[in-house]
């Protein structure tokens, strides 16, 4: 985690490339093989000092709460009806619409 709070993005780049080269000659098989699978990954996490820390957080999260509420529905019916209880859900509304 120290990487991503690294004082500025060359810094952390170059902290994560330190710990990534270390991976490989660690006794433990597990963290070996962890060290394979972070550099195959290393363009995908690394772009985070490419884009100046810009990351699909924000992104992921509305859509975790449309699907979980999308499985609490249970389906369904009216398609207009689904986009309205997404938009209400997503939006951070933290009342109900007015009763008609």
């Given at each position: 985690?120290?990487?991503?709070?690294?004082?500025?993005?060359?810094?952390g780049r170059a902290l994560a490339?330190?710990?990534?080269?270390?991976?490989?000659?660690?006794?433990?098989?597990?963290?070996?093989?962890?060290?394979?699978?972070?550099?195959?990954?290393?363009?995908?996490?690394?772009?985070?000092?490419?884009?100046?820390?810009?990351?699909?957080?924000?992104?992921?999260?509305?859509?975790?709460?449309?699907?979980?509420?999308?499985?609490?529905?249970?389906?369904f019916r009216n398609r207009e009806?689904y986009r309205l209880r997404m938009?209400?859900?997503?939006?951070?509304?933290?009342?109900?619409?007015?009763?008609?």
């Open positions: 985690r120290d990487v991503y709070h690294a004082a500025d993005p060359a810094t490339e330190k710990i990534l080269a270390s991976f490989p000659s660690c006794p433990i098989p597990e963290i070996a093989r962890l060290g394979r699978t972070l550099k195959q990954w290393a363009d995908a996490f690394l772009g985070y000092f490419r884009t100046g820390g810009a990351n699909n957080g924000g992104t992921e999260a509305v859509n975790g709460l449309i699907e979980l509420h999308r499985r609490i529905a249970r389906g009806n938009l209400l859900v997503a939006g951070g509304l933290d009342q109900p619409p007015p009763q008609v």
